[in-house]
């Protein structure tokens, strides 16, 4: 993937969601991709999710606004609470991400 795709994809995230992180992980990040394999991306945001804040809203959100996106993306939204508990654990998706991930941006 082009490096100014990526910054594209990336301005648009933080221009949705003003998150702390957007990490690239997954084959991508690992240089690792196929003409098929989607862009994995973990967003994680400083507030917390809970009854008046919905994660699921957020990520429709963040699709909207990949309309133009013509290759497949696939998002995971966190908290920091969440990202920083789940980074722990070893065979987490997050914890690998934390890992192998590239961050895209940091606030």
Known sequence: MKQETLQKLTDTIVGTVHPEQVILFGSHARGEQGKDSDVDLLIVESEAFDENRSRKQEIIKIYRQLRWVRFPVDVLV???????????QRNHVIAQAAREGQVLYAS
């Open 78 to 88: 966190y908290s920091k609470a969440e990202f920083d508990y789940w980074k722990q």
